[in-house]
């Protein structure tokens, strides 16, 4: 019975992805946006919603049990740059292996995503650091408030580089018409916003259900609130709703779709982890720790590849390889 309710809740997120993508694909066109923006900034934060609502809902309003409370929310919160950096990163390259083959090039616009993961390693790099400063001093307070900073000065360098973008011929095109569109409404902005906030809302549900399933399987597992929430949680809610990178890098569209994970990186490396810093004991456990560190490396990797100017399919497998070492190491 767990099984086919996870068969139908994915059913679910994979049509409300194909909804999502085909707004935001018209909503960038419209404002004149590059893909940059578009995925960095609006699929990234849109679809991180959901599951940015696990870690804050467990912190502020969770169970009478404050120590199960921090590990739920310290787990969700460093779970999915885990997930997002490691496993999203190399489905990508079993979306586009048939057609590029395993040596076969992805093609992102460079700057932006080298701006990504910059932004993120700096960013991470400080919430690694806070993971051994004592909970009870100030300087977690600078370290938490420095992160938001960096997100807010992320956005004006992501906003300010799409008009060159667009101009070098990176602007956000739509390639087929609007879902709604073909029903006979007219291609106006507020029934792309309609069928945006609908393709959203699609999305949170079957990310929702799709949840309560895991969270079934996991109690059959039988494994601990910290690692139910630095692995199935992010399972539950990141991996299904970057099917938009999978649609998008299918359509060769890769700066969407690498723009899609590395902005949600951003977003989820800089703000989440400032709350946690702030309103968690955020110790170097074993799994936290193994999991800050695989992260990072995953991220590193990434960027040093793109720094030597060509991003190769089986490149970004070796992110899928750092995630299978973390759970060897927290399972054994």
């Known amino acids: 019975m767990i099984f086919a309710e996870l068969f139908l809740f994915l059913i679910v997120i994979l049509i409300a992805a194909e909804v999502f993508t ?3 694909e018209h909503l960038g066109e419209k404002l004149g946006i590059s893909e940059g ?3 960095s900034l609006f699929a990234a934060v849109g679809t991180a919603l959901p599951e940015t609502s696990v870690p804050l809902l467990a912190l502020m309003a969770g169970t009478s049990d404050a120590h199960l ?3 739920i929310g ?6 999915a740059p885990l997930m997002l950096s490691t496993l999203s990163i190399s489905l990508l390259a079993f979306a586009v292996l048939k057609n590029r083959k395993v ?5 992102p616009e460079r700057t932006g995503l080298k701006r990504d993961l910059d932004f993120f390693i700096v960013a991470f790099g400080f919430a690694t650091l806070a993971l051994f400063v004592p909970h009870d001093g100030v300087l977690r307070y600078a370290i938490g408030f420095v992160m938001v900073m960096i997100y807010f000065f992320y956005i004006m360098l992501t906003l300010r580089a799409s008009k060159a973008l667009v101009a070098d011929g990176h602007a956000t095109e739509a390639e087929s018409p609007m879902f709604l569109c073909r029903l006979g409404l007219p291609n106006y902005m507020a029934v792309v916003v309609a069928q945006l906030l609908f393709g959203l809302l699609l999305l949170v549900l079957g990310a929702k259900g799709f ?7 996991s109690e059959l597992l039988g494994i601990t609130p910290l690692l139910l929430s630095l692995l199935v949680i992010p399972i539950a809610t990141e991996l299904p709703e970057k099917v938009n990178s999978i649609l998008w890098v299918r359509k060769g569209k890769d700066t969407l779709a690498f723009g899609n994970i590395t902005g949600a990186l951003v977003f989820q490396g800089t703000l989440l982890p400032a709350i946690g810093i702030m309103l968690t004991p955020w110790a170097p456990q074993k799994e936290v720790f193994a999991g800050v560190v695989i992260t990072l490396l995953g991220v590193l990797w990434l960027r040093w590849m793109v720094s030597r100017g060509q991003l190769c399919v089986w490149h970004v497998w070796v992110n899928g390889l750092f995630y299978l070492a973390y759970l060897a190491f927290v399972l054994s």
């Open 211 to 217: 949840i309560s399933g895991i969270e079934g399987a």
């Open 103 to 107: 040596h076969g090039h992805f093609h």
């Open 74 to 79: 310290v787990g969700a919160i460093l779970g």
């Open 69 to 71: 409370n921090e590990e």
């Open 22 to 24: 085909n707004a935001l």
């Open 37 to 39: 923006v578009t995925g």
